[in-house]
């Protein structure tokens, strides 16, 4: 069994920017191992830990998936020792100034995001939040130094340590999306020792923020009968609009949407209700913003169902999670996963 509030604190220390997941991977293999029946890691890196089941081969199959890539910055050049970067996956640039991050260099580096002062910056934006181009990444080494040290294209990461908050939440860096791989991990442990009629494919998929790459890949070597993927949304906050976001330890939302298979969000809603889990209802049209669009068109086409784990300040270095929506998020998907049996796709109108 994996404890999972310093589980997730662990998770959020780890780098893994879009495209370069192996740091994370290798901590997530190592926790999900004695979880699971086999490991496996695909092509592009995503992480495949299969839990079989003991239904009458060929058995069905669950995919379950969260994405483990983040955000981050990139080196783009070296001006007099300073260093100009673009982003990996998207950034909101106005919170980026004084930030701490680590220079994944020839060693890596602590370093801060800096702007120069408002009338050394180019005409067009001395006043408003500094545009990223115009940002400065400085490791406080000489030039030289630097020059030894950093090339273009290495990685930059946030710094900025977990912060165990009020009421049972967590402000972190890149708890998009390791608070979901949380919850996929307290899914596992929810079915120790519970016996599965299907063979469950619990998924750690890489690219999400750039490409969706992992996820197509993953579900069409898989193949499975139904998926659900875990994500974060967007948690409600004061100004922020009711009918775009959510509240904060209140629940997961139940996506509702082009991409989402409509009895398949039914028998979610219900299973909630039974198990007396709070949720909230996500419309998500015309997609929805997930891994469940690439899913979902994955080979001949998946039925998809999305679950979203409300997260205050995404794509910033300091969001913030609600422990008990993780939780519950994942108790609700081990549930959905040990009352699958023989004649699940027929009761659910999915019959092939």
Not at 244 to 272: C, E, M, S
Request: hydrophobic share 40%; charged share 20%; proline share 8%.
């Amino acid at each position: 069994m994996v404890e999972i509030l310093p589980f997730l604190k662990n998770l959020t220390t780890i780098p893994g920017l879009s495209g370069y997941e192996a740091p994370i991977r290798a901590q997530l293999e190592s926790a999900w191992r004695p979880l699971v029946d086999e490991i496996t890691v695909s092509r592009l890196g995503s992480l495949h830990a299969i839990k079989h089941g003991n239904g009458a081969e060929p058995r069905r199959r669950l995919l379950v998936t969260a994405h483990m890539d983040t955000i981050g910055l990139m080196v783009t050049s070296i001006v007099d020792g300073f260093l100009r970067v673009t982003e990996v996956g998207g950034l909101d640039h106005r919170v980026l100034p004084g930030q701490l991050v680590t220079v994944h260099g020839r060693r890596d580096l602590p370093a801060m995001v800096v702007q120069p002062s408002a009338h050394l910056l180019p005409p067009d934006n001395q006043s408003g939040p500094v545009k990223l181009g115009n940002l400065l990444v400085d490791t406080g080494l000489l030039p030289a130094e630097v020059s030894k040290l950093v090339r273009p294209g290495d990685l930059i990461s946030f710094a900025q340590p977990p912060t165990e908050m009020k009421s049972e939440t967590l402000a972190s860096r890149y708890l998009d999306n390791r608070a979901s791989l949380a919850a996929l991990t307290e899914c596992l442990n929810e079915l120790q020792g519970r016996q599965l009629n299907w063979d469950l494919w619990a998924v750690a998929t890489t690219q999400e923020e750039e490409t969706f790459a992992g996820a197509y890949t993953s579900a069409f070597l898989s193949r499975p009968d139904l998926a659900v993927v875990i994500d974060v949304t967007f948690a409600s906050s004061p100004g922020s609009p009711s009918y775009r976001t959510y509240p904060l330890g209140k629940g997961p939302t139940l996506g509702y949407g082009p991409n989402i298979q409509p009895v398949l969000h039914k028998a979610f809603k219900d299973l909630a209700d039974r198990l007396e889990i709070p949720y909230k209802v996500e419309v998500m049209p015309p997609r929805s913003g997930t891994e469940a669009y690439a899913i979902q068109v994955a080979a001949e086409g998946i039925p998809t169902m999305a679950l979203g784990i409300p997260l205050r300040y995404m794509h910033t270095p300091v969001e913030i999670v609600s422990l008990k929506d993780i939780t519950r998020t994942g108790r609700l998907v081990a549930e959905f996963a040990a009352r699958l049996d023989e004649h699940s796709m027929e009761a659910l109108s999915l019959k092939d």
